[in-house]
């Protein structure tokens, strides 16, 4: 593509690209331009999205060459289609950006999550208990009181008192 081809189509968008010191939307001053550096045939088609003026698209022909109004519809539409992408890219980083933060919320409450459950310990599976005594066989075949146990697997603490039932028996001295 030679460097005549290359300046027949540009995009303006927020000013960042193009011709220099033209606003984007400054369609005329664009045209004035380009007719002094030799394109006699120039459009210009704002690129707009739903709530603002993204820039323009501007086509523009060597002296000789006439833009047509089947070239002011194909620019019309490329530069919809241009705003559509624009207006993708920046929904897109935004998505990007609330999934970001929706990750950074999950790893937080996993650590979270993972503290808290590293904090409690469960007992599990089948309990060996004396019948008779109630002590509690661990896994070396030696025996505890329940309240060892449980507070060797769960670190709960106990605290004494006496129910109505044991209360009514060690009353009349029948324990």
């Known amino acids: 593509?030679?460097?005549?081809?290359?300046?027949?189509?540009?995009?303006?968008?927020?000013?960042?690209?193009?011709?220099?010191?033209?606003?984007?939307?400054?369609?005329?001053?664009?045209?004035?331009?380009?007719?002094?550096?030799?394109?006699?045939?120039?459009?210009a088609v704002a690129v707009r999205?739903?709530?603002?003026?993204?820039?323009?698209?501007v086509v523009a022909a060597p002296e000789g060459a006439a833009l047509r109004p089947a070239h002011h519809q194909i620019a019309e539409e490329v530069a919809r289609q241009v705003a559509i992408g624009i207006e993708q890219a920046a929904l897109r980083d935004r998505i990007q950006r609330h999934a970001a933060e929706l990750e950074d919320r999950v790893r937080e409450r996993t650590r979270d999550l993972q503290a808290a459950l590293n904090?409690?310990?469960?007992?599990?599976?089948?309990?060996?208990?004396?019948?008779?005594?109630?002590?509690?066989?661990?896994?070396?075949?030696?025996?505890?009181?329940?309240?060892?146990?449980v507070a060797a697997h769960t670190g709960?603490?106990?605290?004494?008192?006496?129910?109505?039932?044991?209360?009514?028996?060690?009353?009349?001295g029948d324990g």
């Open 1 to 43: 593509m030679t460097a005549g081809a290359n300046r027949l189509l540009r995009v303006l968008v927020d000013g960042e690209t193009g011709v220099r010191g033209f606003r984007p939307a400054d369609p005329d001053a664009v045209r004035d331009r380009l007719g002094r550096t030799g394109y006699t045939s120039c459009l």
């Open 49 to 57: 999205s739903s709530d603002r003026d993204l820039g323009l698209l």
């Open 119 to 149: 904090s409690v310990q469960q007992l599990q599976g089948l309990l060996p208990i004396c019948a008779w005594c109630k002590k509690v066989r661990d896994d070396q075949d030696y025996w505890h009181d329940v309240e060892h146990h």
């Open 156 to 172: 709960a603490r106990f605290s004494r008192g006496i129910c109505p039932s044991c209360f009514k028996i060690q009353a009349n």
